[in-house]
């Protein structure tokens, strides 16, 4: 066993190092990129001190400010954990309007956005986020707790995980190394489980930093039972022992690995950091001589003719110099143009900030008042959707269908959940996003409907049969979807008809009432009348008529 155990492990490592080959035509850009963009990430793409300066060549900020001003319109944008920003729906669509089905639906949905508040998702999409922006590929991993059973989240940083494909461009294979202590190490897996030169530095040095692998991918060989019979295997190694801690397995793939934008051929991403870095280059460069330029002016360089001068320039405040002629020192003008390097510089800043989207996401971000209409809202919003229409369906694709499914997932297995109705065996769940960009994508419906509405009352004074053309239920029921009314509010259709048909009746009693009351009040004015009749033609037949 000990010899497939080896082999396991070298074949492991061996598919490791082909991926980590197929990344290091990537690093060099990614480095480049981290050191204008994204400066905190260049300790995961080089090798630094703790505490070194990660800003050394950077004279400018505004592709640091541009991506993060990006990553925080996507966050509130697509993920606010302030408001209900995906809805479970089924396929079936009528199942979506049975009241128990859409009730568990519900409820389930607002169980999975509580336990995202209550992890550290909001922080960790916040990271991810800044990576897709600056290098166009991010991945973060999602797991249970072992502390209190609930959602744990880890962005890995760009430059430290190697990905593959299957055979339909989706992420299915993650490698991913990450440092650990001696004791850290014992504490999580036990002393047994590490290598023999491991196990003595836990004596001598508990404290010593470890580099281990973390190895996900698909599972050729499955076991009908047990860790093996997962779909997805999970394998710790010790990399420079090569030696295996530990194996696991996942039932879905526990990680999601969105990019930004994708070239043909290529597996990681491209990003407006990416796109935009020839201007950030520029720019960098162009402050660069700037400042340099500005210094000259502060304090010049001088120019002196041959022995000219008598001892050491001195040309502090107070000090002398002796000179044998007093032309003989001066200053060394070189006239920059700060006029032409503002020009220069606003417009490559401007060219930044556009590749970033900022301008737009500031305007969208922003209130120009301290209350807005919900239609003001709605236009910013679907600016926002204009900007990222293409992204936003690669981030649901990539991002948020596997954050949901796993999450999905785990929280059933655990029983997190209520007890499912019997009709949702077998069925399949889907997600629909509700967040400001994706209800942006639908409000264009709300507003058809409201067209049509309006039109339709325009018309009726001219045609009243017109409104037999709009089923008001169904709109209504459109409407408050798309809106985002909570299921709870909404009336089933049975509970529907059953009011309309009481309210039938009580009408239709009312009416028989109503009848009843008019048909007594006719009988009791028309009673006068008759007798008189009734007396006019006694009289005129006389005496005889009352005989018998």
């Not at 082999?7 to 190092?17: P, R, S, V």
């Amino acid at each position: 066993m000990a010899t497939e155990e080896t082999a396991e492990t070298k074949d492991i490592l061996k598919q490791y190092e082909k991926l980590v080959t197929r990344r290091r035509s990537y690093e060099a850009l990614w480095r480049e990129i981290a050191n204008y963009v994204f400066p905190r990430r260049i300790n995961a793409l080089e090798t630094r001190s703790p505490g070194q300066d990660q800003t050394e060549l950077l004279f400018d900020s505004t592709a640091i400010f541009a991506n993060e001003v990006l990553s925080a319109a996507i966050q509130s944008g697509m993920t606010n954990q302030a408001m209900r920003w995906f809805d479970l729906r089924l396929r079936d669509e009528q199942l979506n309007e049975d009241d128990e089905t859409a009730s568990w639906l519900e409820d389930s949905t607002t169980r999975m956005l509580l336990a995202f508040r209550q992890s550290n998702l909001n922080s960790e999409l916040h990271e991810l986020y800044l990576d897709l922006g600056a290098f166009g590929v991010g991945s973060m991993l999602i797991e249970e707790s072992k502390k209190d059973g609930g959602l744990l989240f880890r962005t890995i940083p760009v430059g430290e995980f190697v990905i593959d494909e299957d055979e339909a461009g989706q992420v299915d294979a993650l490698y991913y190394e990450f440092h650990y202590s001696v004791r850290t190490a014992v504490a999580r897996w036990g002393i047994n489980s590490l290598s023999e030169d491991t196990q003595k530095l836990m004596e001598t040095d508990p404290y010593r930093d470890l580099v281990f692998i973390h190895a996900i991918f698909p599972r050729e060989k499955r076991t009908k039972f047990g860790q093996r019979a997962m779909p997805w295997a999970s394998v710790f190694l010790e990399r420079d022992k090569k030696h295996k801690v530990a194996e696991g397995g996942y039932r879905e793939f526990p990680a999601t690995v969105p990019r930004w934008a994708k070239a043909s051929g290529e597996v990681y991403g491209r990003s407006p950091g990416y796109t935009a870095l020839p201007d950030i280059k520029t720019l960098n460069k162009a402050v660069e001589l700037e400042l340099r330029a500005l210094a000259k002016c502060i304090d010049p360089p001088m120019k002196a003719t041959r022995n000219s001068i008598i001892g050491k320039v001195k040309l502090g405040a107070g000090t002398l110099t002796i000179l044998r002629d007093m032309e003989g020192l001066k200053e060394l003008v070189s006239n920059p143009r700060f006029d032409i390097s503002q020009v220069e510089k606003a417009d490559l800043r401007q060219s930044i900030k556009n590749m970033f989207f900022v301008d737009q996401m500031l305007q969208l971000m922003s209130r120009d008042k301290p209350q807005m209409t919900a239609t003001e809202v709605q236009v910013k919003v679907q600016l926002l959707q204009q900007i990222l229409g293409p992204t936003s369906g690669r981030l649901q694709s990539e991002l948020y269908n596997q954050l949901i499914d796993r999450t999905f997932a785990m929280m059933l297995r655990s029983g997190k959940f209520l007890p499912p109705p019997p009709q949702l065996r077998a069925q399949q769940i889907d997600v629909q996003y509700e967040g400001p960009l994706a209800r942006a994508q639908r409000a264009q419906q709300l507003l058809a409907i409201e067209r049509t509405l309006t039109n339709l009352q325009a018309m009726l004074p001219l045609a009243p049969d017109v409104v037999d053309n709009v089923n008001m239920d169904e709109t209504f029921r459109e409407s408050a979807d798309i809106s985002g009314a909570p299921a709870k509010i909404i009336r089933s259709l049975e509970e529907v008809g059953n009011i309309r048909k009481v309210r039938a009746q009580k009408q239709a009693e009312q009416e028989a009432a109503m009848q009843l009351q008019t048909a007594a009040e006719a009988a009791g004015k028309a009673a006068p009348a008759v007798k008189a009749l009734v007396d006019v033609e006694q009289q005129r037949q006389g005496p005889a008529a009352n005989v018998g």
